[in-house]
Every structure is written in C-alpha cells, then in structure tokens.
C-alpha cells in the first residue's frame, strides 16, 4: 500500500507503523500523510448499515469534517468529506461487501488523490 499511497499522492511514501486494522503512511519530512483503517464486519448487512458521520463526529473537533460527497463507482458505498482544520485534504469512507475503509490523505490538493486510493483498496480486496 505505500507504493499506492506514494502513486496517489506524488510523493514517497513509507510505512510509519499500524495496529488494529489502521496502517499510516508518510513522507519522509513529515509533511504528507495517508492513513488507511479497514475493518471487516461479520456480514454485508452490518457494512451496509454503517455511517459514516458517527466517524465523522468523532473525529470532527481534530479534523474539522465537512462538506459530505457522495461518490459513485467506488465499492457499494462512498462518502467523501474534507479536512479544513489542522489537517488540511480530504478522507473517504467506503463499503465493499462487509468491509468498511476510511483512508484519509493531508495535504491533497484535490479529492481525486482519495478516491484513487479508494478504488486501489476496493480492487485489492479478495
């Protein structure tokens, strides 16, 4: 995944360490981030009933969340926000069959570098 993050972002990115399902990736400097959580329910119905904005509220007050986007052609479901706090860019919250992703991308310029990462993650999955 860090060749995919480094594709997606432009910059190289290395493994900073993971645990629980999250996996964090960063430049060198420290400058760019990705971070990816995944998580695995035990049906497609649980993914399904998933939402987003209980993440998205719990994070909201370091992130400063907003400006939700539905996203088309990414796994069964796809919801984008921006990150307009201390972390500027853009996260994604995506379900594919029982699987709910987040991936969140500080700095990014635009959303596509997010939903690249999305359609990467869904694709990789077996």
Excluded: H, W
């Amino acid at each position: 995944m860090a060749a995919d993050a480094s594709s997606a972002t432009g910059a190289t990115m290395t493994s900073v360490g993971g645990a629980g399902g999250a996996c964090f990736y960063g430049t060198s400097d420290g400058k760019s981030t990705v971070l990816v959580f995944a998580q695995a329910l035990s049906d497609v119905s649980s993914a399904q009933a998933m939402q987003p904005e209980q993440a998205v509220a719990a994070l909201n007050s370091s992130y400063a969340i907003a400006d939700a986007k539905v996203v088309t052609g990414i796994g069964d479901k796809a919801l984008e926000y921006t990150l307009s706090g201390a972390a500027m860019g853009y996260v994604i919250f995506v379900v594919k069959s029982n699987v709910v992703i987040m991936i969140a991308v500080s700095p990014a310029a635009n959303p596509s570098v997010v939903e690249q990462l999305g359609r990467t993650a869904v694709g990789n999955l077996k």
